[in-house]
């Protein structure tokens, strides 16, 4: 099956610095790619997804890129602020018959220091 | 904003009680999804659902587990006999679409096992 790797597993900034995680992943044949936001006992959020026929896209501060042929996705977060402190997945959907299963990366646990 | 709803929120039980899980997705979703996260971990895929038949299970989802769409509105998630290792929280999802339509998850209810 897919097997999703994410790194870093804890990342901490000064407000209004980059943040950057990356995730690879196993199945070439995976077709979507979004990215989660957790806070604190609350449901995840999607907060930016990327599919395959695309590079990069960008909502504001937060953009993702995919490299397709590596098999590596990344989210870049510019001037970060303290509330975008929480947990990132990275998910993979496998394409094919796959009901919109997604397998998630392991998380990274973002601080923003004011 | 429609949301997916569950219940209940938290439940503790002892182990080997049956447990149910309730969930109302999105209205004019057609695909459904139950995941868990234990605390402190990634997000699992247990099960997705679709045309009134499991779609597509992980390992995690042995005959222990159960989904049924009793009515028009409701989705649930039954664990007959829980063990303290079902202890997490389990998220109920839908969908628009299959593959790589965005996941909209619930809440979450915490099932605690003592």
């Known amino acids: 099956g897919e097997n999703v790797e994410q790194h870093p597993s804890t990342l901490s900034v000064q407000e209004g610095d980059s943040a950057v995680i990356k995730c690879t992943y196993s199945?070439?044949?995976?077709?979507?790619f979004p990215w989660y936001k957790q806070e604190l006992g609350k449901r995840p959020q999607l907060i930016i997804d990327?599919?395959?026929?695309?590079g990069e896209k960008k909502d504001q501060r937060i953009a993702v890129t995919l490299n397709k042929t590596a098999k590596h996705f990344s989210l870049h977060i510019t001037e970060t602020q303290p509330e975008d402190s929480a947990v990132y997945f990275c998910?993979?959907?496998?394409?094919?018959?796959?009901?919109?299963?997604?397998?998630f990366g392991q998380g990274t646990i973002l601080t923003v220091h004011p | 904003e429609p949301e997916v709803t569950q219940t209940p929120s938290h439940q503790v039980t002892q182990m080997g009680q049956e447990v149910i899980l309730r969930c109302v997705p999105i209205?004019?979703?057609?695909?459904f999804y139950w995941y868990r996260q234990i605390l402190g971990q990634k997000v699992e895929f247990l099960v997705s659902?679709?045309?009134?038949?499991?779609?597509?299970k992980s390992e995690i989802f042995d005959d222990q587990f159960s989904v049924e769409r009793p009515d028009g509105s409701n989705f649930t998630l039954k664990i007959r006999s829980t063990k303290l290792e079902d202890s997490a929280m389990y998220f109920c999802?839908?969908?628009?679409?299959?593959?790589?339509?965005?996941?909209?998850f619930g809440e979450g209810s915490r099932l605690t096992v003592l």
């Open positions: 999802a839908s969908s628009e679409t299959a593959g790589t339509g965005e996941l909209f």
């Open positions: 199945d070439s044949a995976s077709n979507y």
């Open positions: 990327i599919r395959s026929n695309v």
């Open positions: 998910a993979v959907h496998a394409g094919g018959t796959s009901y919109g299963k997604l397998t």
């Open positions: 209205s004019n979703h057609l695909y």
């Open positions: 659902f679709y045309n009134n038949e499991i779609s597509e």
